[in-house]
C-alpha cells in the first residue's frame, strides 16, 4: 500500500508540473493560465513530491524508501512525458 500512496503523488505531482507551463497549458487547455494559478500548481506539484519521499520514507524506511521514491518518481515523470507524446490521442478519445 506504500508504493500506491507513493506512486499516486509522484504521477500527480508531476502532471501539475507539467500543467504549470505556459507551453503545455497552450497544448492541453488552448489558453495560458494566469501567472499566480501556474505557481501555485508549480507549488502543489513539488509538495506532493516532497509529501510522496515521506511516504515512502516513513512506511518503507528511509533507505529503502529513497530508493523506492526515485522508482516511482522516473514512472511518474514516464507516464506524464508519455501522455504529453501522445495528447491528440487522449484528447480525441476524451471528445467522443
Same mark, same amino acid.
Given at each position: 500500500?506504500?508504493? =500506491?500512496?507513493t506512486?499516486l503523488?509522484?504521477l500527480? $505531482?508531476?502532471? +501539475?508540473?507539467?500543467?504549470a507551463? /505556459?507551453?503545455?497549458?497552450?497544448?492541453?487547455?488552448?489558453?495560458?493560465l494566469?501567472?499566480?494559478?501556474?505557481?501555485l500548481?508549480?507549488?502543489?506539484?513539488f509538495a =506532493?513530491?516532497?509529501v510522496a519521499f515521506?511516504?515512502? $520514507?516513513?512506511? +518503507?524506511g528511509?533507505a529503502y524508501? /529513497?530508493?523506492a521514491?526515485?522508482?516511482w518518481l522516473?514512472?511518474?515523470a514516464a507516464?506524464?512525458?508519455?501522455a504529453?507524446?501522445?495528447?491528440e490521442?487522449?484528447l480525441?478519445l476524451?471528445r467522443?
Amino acid at each position: 500500500m506504500t508504493h =500506491l500512496f507513493t506512486a499516486l503523488p509522484c504521477l500527480l $505531482g508531476f502532471a +501539475l508540473l507539467l500543467s504549470a507551463m /505556459a507551453r503545455h497549458q497552450q497544448d492541453w487547455l488552448k489558453r495560458k493560465l494566469p501567472a499566480h494559478f501556474s505557481r501555485l500548481l508549480r507549488i502543489t506539484g513539488f509538495a =506532493l513530491l516532497a509529501v510522496a519521499f515521506i511516504i515512502a $520514507g516513513l512506511g +518503507l524506511g528511509w533507505a529503502y524508501g /529513497a530508493v523506492a521514491w526515485c522508482g516511482w518518481l522516473s514512472v511518474g515523470a514516464a507516464l506524464t512525458l508519455t501522455a504529453q507524446t501522445n495528447r491528440e490521442r487522449i484528447l480525441t478519445l476524451l471528445r467522443r
